[in-house]
């Protein structure tokens, strides 16, 4: 199984997502599952993505060589824009500040939104092979949305299942811990995922380009409004001292 005994994860101490914020990434998932379409061979074992939702939002990601198992567990991989378009800017300078901090500075490469349908089934424990850091926010409560599918963590302590209310966050690093979900048995489970993929480009998701972007239009329309107010300011003068 491999792992870190010695590893832990992290429980953020506060919501960092509001219950409005997290129905509009619910309601964002349930659109393009629903607007997807599928190819199959007659043995239900090659898949292809035939169709991209309206404005073609998301690029669906499937895992899996079957295809009730890819509708089951459906991913979607959205850029830092389409997230600010879900939750807006201030959350996501709250998300990336949380990951940056409990990982060093770690960027993030990609942003996930997963659609796990009851099944009864679990993911087993492992470690990541690709994943290192993961920053988990749950979009539905667990026990209340849908029973079982309880994130799980193994280490030198013993079985910890952190408690997961929607809009919370557990990071942790993929490599590291041993983790695992216990039988999804009813309902659906929603969540959102920042990752760190060494293997994978950072340009992938441009969510620290996003937010320098983002600050620089900041600095321009200070820098402007301050300009403005220069010329006020002067203008005034000129009347004054007519």
Request: with cysteine; hydrophobic share 35%.
């Amino acid at each position: 199984m491999g792992g870190d005994p010695a590893a832990d994860f992290y429980v953020h101490d506060r919501r960092l997502l509001s219950d409005e914020q997290c129905g509009t990434v619910k309601a964002f998932a349930d659109t393009l599952y629903e607007q997807q379409k599928f190819k199959v061979d007659d043995d239900d074992s090659v898949i292809e993505i035939v169709s991209q939702a309206a404005g073609g939002k998301g690029d669906i990601v499937c895992c899996y060589d079957n295809h009730r198992a890819c509708r089951r567990d459906f991913k979607i991989l959205i850029s830092a824009m389409e997230l600010e378009e879900l939750i807006g800017w201030e959350s996501i300078q709250d998300l990336y500040s949380v990951f940056s901090t409990q990982t060093n500075g770690t960027g993030v490469s990609a942003i996930l939104i997963r659609r796990v349908e009851a099944d009864g089934e679990h993911i087993a424990f492992h470690i990541d092979s690709a994943h290192s850091y993961v920053l988990q926010v749950p979009i539905n409560s667990e026990d209340v949305d849908y029973s079982g599918g309880k994130l799980a963590f193994l280490n030198s302590e013993g079985i910890h299942y952190p408690p997961r209310p929607a809009g919370s966050a557990v990071l942790h690093d993929g490599q590291k811990i041993v983790h695992g979900v216990t039988k999804l048995e009813s309902g659906i489970r929603y969540g959102l995922f920042l990752i760190h993929d060494p293997y994978r480009r950072p340009e992938a998701c441009m969510l620290e380009q996003a937010i320098q972007l983002h600050l620089q239009k900041e600095i321009d329309t200070m820098t402007t409004m301050m300009s403005h107010h220069d010329s006020i300011y002067h203008e005034e003068g000129s009347l004054d001292e007519l």
